[in-house]
């Protein structure tokens, strides 16, 4: 009788704990299908981050607390975008740790900690890491020191070892991958040390490099090199430094590259320098470029074209288009026809100075030299070195058409640095050539979550913060919108007028994005501060 008490706990424990069941292409491809689960790090291949859950609506919003916590076990900046599967929350922790944990509890898993070499220094980068990717049995990790890992799902094993890119050309990766049809692509970062951005392909079975893609030019016989005066592309930049999307039905990956090198001088690299501060748009399958829009030609203000894109369908001029939108570092949002590359709008979403307009191909209009370029004494600018918008990611909701934006409102007074940088630069200057910005504080920084027709960018609400926040958004079926303001308040607001709801908070800032899932029909919001990942739930 007694061992049969203890089969029955037993049995009880192990139907409590998560099941893993492989993520398949066809489960990415259709994952609005199933919102409990958070399975590409956009939330799907569009990065729309959109959650199809309805149980926190603005009617209880006010009832969420804390559900968990998970403690982090190193130091550094957490940034991480959890990936969620049936029950199995994946969170990576600074520099490229791995964490499997029970989505219901907050027990951890399995725990992955790479062998990165201890007096590697990326140039200009945080050691920090911003999620993972998952297909079929495997967990895949982009390292700080340029590997790609594939981990066992279940158990945290080492399946293949990868290396990207060699760190003692400048390179590191702080990026999650993106994992499309039995193949893992991932980009580099490192544009502040002089390395040549590209993207590249795996066979996610074996790690086989299958196809690599330059952003910038490697002779002069390569495109766009023309566009680089004297050869100039040997300075490098253009790094693909954050997570792209994609488009199934087209099979076309949409990535964002990063500003030329150096940065603040643009003397030694005349030319509109392709193909940096981009949206490039490639074949899945070859690598091959179908067509790029330049958002800032012959950049100096450090305005990377990093962004997530975001893929949604509408209606532009009564026409049914399928579009990407971008709200740029530049101070302008952008919408495009993702499959040609026509550009259809483009108008600010912050305060900019640089530039009269955009013309009708969306090239911006500049204003005078004088009034924008980087000099000695420094030549106030608007939006700052850090940008209208960073890496952190807005999102689009198909409910209500509109885009969320953390929008950023601050200056740098840009300080013009040396023509010509080394590559391979570790001295720790950032930009490489030396120069920067005095940037803007205190009352004078600001941000606003703004809500933008999503086709026109037309703002139709703002909610006003205080202190310059880094923190992406998040929006959900429910009609909410979370973000976090520069004091670690999280909160929630009415995703049709922006009416305050609900905030907490959580003694740290918030540099990440913002998740939502389901265990057992329980809904869950996820951010992290400071070095806690907090989970959150209704009653």
């Known amino acids: 009788m007694r061992i049969a008490r203890y089969a029955v706990l037993i049995l009880a ?5 998560p099941s893993f069941a492989q993520v398949s292409y066809e489960r990415l491809k259709n994952s609005n299908a199933e919102p409990q689960n958070w399975l590409t790090y956009g939330g799907n291949y569009g ?7 309805k149980e926190i609506t603005p009617k209880n919003v006010a009832s969420l607390r804390v559900a968990w916590a998970y403690q982090l076990r190193g130091g550094g900046v957490m940034e991480s975008s959890p990936i969620i599967v049936d029950g199995i929350l994946y969170v990576t922790e600074p520099p490229s740790n791995v964490t499997a944990i029970d989505a219901r509890t907050g027990k951890p898993l399995w725990r992955y900690v790479p062998q990165v070499p201890r007096d590697f220094v ?6 920090t ?3 993972v990717a998952v297909l079929d049995d495997k967990v895949y990790l982009a390292t700080i020191d340029d590997h790609l890992i594939a981990l066992d799902a279940k158990s945290g094993v080492v399946r293949w070892n990868s290396l990207i890119a060699d760190k003692a050309e400048g390179y590191a990766i702080t990026q999650a991958p993106l994992a499309i049809n039995g193949k893992i692509v991932v980009g580099v970062g490192g544009g502040e040390a002089g390395a040549h951005g590209f993207l590249s392909c795996f066979d996610a079975k074996d790690g086989k490099l299958l196809w690599r893609t330059y952003t910038v030019p490697l002779k002069d016989s390569d495109p766009g090199a ?16 954050n997570t792209g999307s994609y488009d199934p039905e087209l099979n076309v990956v949409y990535w964002g590259t990063g500003n030329p090198a150096p940065d603040w001088n643009g003397e030694g690299r005349m030319g509109d320098n392709l193909f940096t501060c981009s949206l490039i748009a490639l074949d899945a399958d070859s690598g091959k470029m179908k067509w790029y829009f330049q958002f800032s030609p012959h950049e100096t203000h450090d305005w990377d074209s990093s962004e997530p894109p975001i893929l949604f369908d509408a209606t532009v001029g009564g026409k049914p288009r399928k579009l990407v939108a971008l709200a740029n570092r530049n101070a302008f949002y952008y919408v ?3 499959v040609t590359g026509e550009f259809l709008t483009g108008v600010p979403f912050a305060k900019q100075t640089w530039a009269k ?10 204003e005078a030299p004088e009034k924008i370029e980087p000099s000695v004494e420094g030549t106030r600018v608007w939006p700052s070195l850090t940008g209208a918008i960073n890496w952190t990611s807005p999102c689009y909701s198909p409910l209500t058409g509109l885009f969320y934006v953390n929008a950023r409102e601050g200056y740098a007074d840009y300080i013009k640095g040396e023509p010509k940088m080394a590559p391979g630069n570790s001295v720790g200057v950032i930009g490489g050539g030396g120069g920067g910005g005095r940037m803007s504080s205190g009352d004078d920084t600001t941000t606003n979550i703004r809500a933008l027709e999503a086709t026109t960018g037309k703002m139709k609400w703002e909610h006003k913060m205080v202190g310059d926040s880094w923190t992406g958004t998040l929006v959900t079926a429910g009609g909410l919108v979370f973000s976090a303001d520069a004091a670690g308040n999280f909160f929630a607001l009415n995703a049709d007028t922006g009416e305050s709801l609900w905030h907490l908070l959580l003694g740290s800032s918030v540099r990440s994005n913002p998740v939502s899932y389901a265990v057992d029909g329980k809904q869950y919001i996820v951010d992290s501060a400071g070095n806690t990942l907090f989970v959150f739930s209704l009653p």
């Open 122 to 127: 990326p140039v200009g980068l945080f050691p």
């Open 13 to 17: 424990l192990c139907s409590a704990l």
């Open 336 to 338: 495009l026809d993702r």
């Open 357 to 366: 307009g955009l013309d009708a191909k969306g090239r911006p209009i500049k």
């Open 226 to 241: 023309d566009t680089w005066a004297n050869g100039s592309w040997s300075n490098g930049g253009g790094t693909t430094w």
């Open 47 to 53: 990065s729309q981050r959109f959650s199809g859950l």
């Open 129 to 131: 890491n911003r999620g």
